[in-house]
């Protein structure tokens, strides 16, 4: 179990051999290269979000890596070993994707891509109409991002001034089929990002510590922010990576 005074990276490591243990277990179809590309991010979400007494609300709109979030919050204490192993178990409480439920992670039911950012948008905007809440936090995939959704979101959030809205894009440069190319690659979503006005910065997402200092102050700004976090999908795993771009959904054995 992690406290907030241990270094990220060391807890993303532990959080990485997690999912690796889990899998090569479990021998069954799971989203191990998404879930391997946001350790660090999820960590670092764990880190800012989990010790607030404010009502901030994390979503993980790229709701298929949701293993890598269970595990995070399994390293944090909030789930054991033996949860973890229900994992999309029928009758278990950690579904293939997120639902709803009462806790910061998972206030919404996430899968269906391209949702996230709106969500988010109506989260922060929920205090204009009195809610008691904070900030919002969402982490999106980079294939996630070829949702029109996703942009009509992050246009609105400006025009509505959402500054207490923060998107944070797993770009690991590959979706369910293949590579992710042109707009929707690092440079360009930082690109679309600024020009509708969001604060947006391309970084490490394998950097565990920067992320966290990053995430620290977000909602301080006068616009909402934007992470571009460029990460490996199945960083950690030789095997998921040189399976790529098949293996998006495919046990460990068989890699
Ligand atoms: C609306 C919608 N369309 C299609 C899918 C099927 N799907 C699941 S994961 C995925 C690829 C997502 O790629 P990316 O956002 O880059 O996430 P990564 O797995 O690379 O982290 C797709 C198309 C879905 N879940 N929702």
């Known amino acids: 179990m992690f406290d907030t005074r241990d270094s990220p990276s060391v807890v993303a490591g532990s959080v990485r051999e997690r ?6 277990n479990a021998r069954r179809p799971l989203h191990l290269g998404s879930s391997l590309s946001a350790v660090e991010i999820l960590v670092a979400v764990l880190v800012v979000l989990r010790p607030q007494k404010r009502r901030d609300v994390f979503i993980l709109s790229k709701g298929h890596g949701a293993l890598g979030l269970y595990a995070a919050l399994a390293e944090a204490g909030v789930f054991t070993d033996h949860d973890l192993e229900t994992f999309g178990l029928s009758g278990t409480a950690l579904p293939v994707h997120p ?51 996703v942009w009509e979101a992050a246009a609105a959030a400006v025009e509505l001034d959402a500054r207490g809205l ?90």
């Open 19 to 24: 999912i690796l243990r889990f899998a090569s």
């Open 99 to 149: 639902q709803r439920g009462g806790d910061w992670w998972n206030r919404f039911a996430t899968g269906s891509l391209g949702h996230g950012v709106g969500l988010g948008l109506g989260v922060v905007m929920a205090r204009t109409y009195g809610a008691e809440v904070g900030r919002c936090l969402v982490v999106v995939g980079d294939g996630e991002c070829q949702e029109g959704s």
């Open 166 to 255: 923060c998107v944070v894009v797993d770009s690991n440069e590959y979706g369910q089929t293949g590579r992710i190319a042109g707009p929707s690659a690092a440079d360009g979503l930082h690109r679309q990002f600024a020009a509708l006005g969001w604060r947006t910065r391309v970084m490490d997402g394998h950097d565990a510590e920067q992320l966290v200092a990053e995430l620290q102050t977000f909602g301080s700004g006068s616009t909402p922010r934007a992470l571009i976090a460029r990460t490996v999908k199945g960083r950690g795993s030789s095997a998921v990576i040189d399976g790529l771009p098949g293996s998006h959904f495919a046990p460990l054995s068989q890699r």
